[in-house]
């Protein structure tokens, strides 16, 4: 019993570590109001396609805060205006990614403004989106030379207004929380079943021992009659 109640305790010492570590180790992708969110993006060009690059802070979306910046866009290895340049994102720690978006010769005469929206529940950041819209004329008129410099062929980089929109949700996150409690259950089931295995052997261990001193004893008992 002293090494099955050894064994018992190391397993709840073992579970007690492991489920200490998930959380503490779960906040630490957490930002706070104001934390800048890192965020990187790739071009394409016909079929070429540029590495991610680290944007600076100042073009990246601050946690909880709705604003708008004005993110350049350096020109396209050969460039020529014929065809349409594509821009992609990866957003935060997490590395959210946004698909590609048409910044560049899109059918439309209005200069484009990426309209992103950010999900957040506490501090976790849940999922991004984004979309390219026209920009709206009060922006124009807020940035007279967005518009000019972005249609001048040679003007380059050019300026794509991006505006971050952020929608809180329920700090409940249901999905996290599963994913600890199925862990901790699962971990507290292995432990379990070890203790029980352990159990059982060193029940099974007693019972062939008696088996055998019964048989033995029931046998000499009956060489002694004969």
Not at 121 to 136: C, E, F, H, N, S
């Amino acid at each position: 019993m002293a090494r099955n109640g050894r064994i018992t305790t190391i397993g709840i010492r073992i579970y007690s570590s492991i489920l200490l570590f998930a959380i503490t180790a779960y906040p630490s992708l957490a930002y706070r109001p104001g934390d800048i969110i890192p965020m990187s993006k790739m071009g394409q060009y016909h079929s070429s396609r540029t590495v991610w690059h680290d944007m600076i802070g100042r073009h990246c979306p601050i946690f909880s805060v709705n604003r708008e910046v004005l993110i350049p866009i350096p020109k396209p290895t050969g460039f020529t205006g014929a065809d349409p340049y594509k821009i992609s994102f990866q957003v935060g720690k997490e590395k959210f990614l946004v698909p590609w978006l048409l910044v560049i010769n899109r059918k439309s005469s209005e200069v484009p403004m990426i309209d992103f929206h950010l999900r957040y529940a506490g501090g976790d950041l849940l999922g991004i989106t984004a979309k390219v819209v026209d920009m709206p004329h009060k922006y124009v008129e807020m940035h007279p030379d967005i518009r000019k410099q972005f249609w001048d062929q040679e003007h380059w980089p050019k300026h794509v207004l991006a505006r971050y929109t952020w929608d809180e949700q329920s700090e409940i996150d249901v999905v996290s929380g599963f994913y600890v409690l199925f862990g901790s259950g699962l971990m507290m089931t292995l432990i379990l079943s070890i203790y029980v295995l352990q159990s059982s052997r060193d029940k099974f261990s007693r019972f062939v021992q008696e088996t055998v001193i019964q048989s033995s004893m029931s046998s000499g008992e009956l060489a002694k009659v004969e």
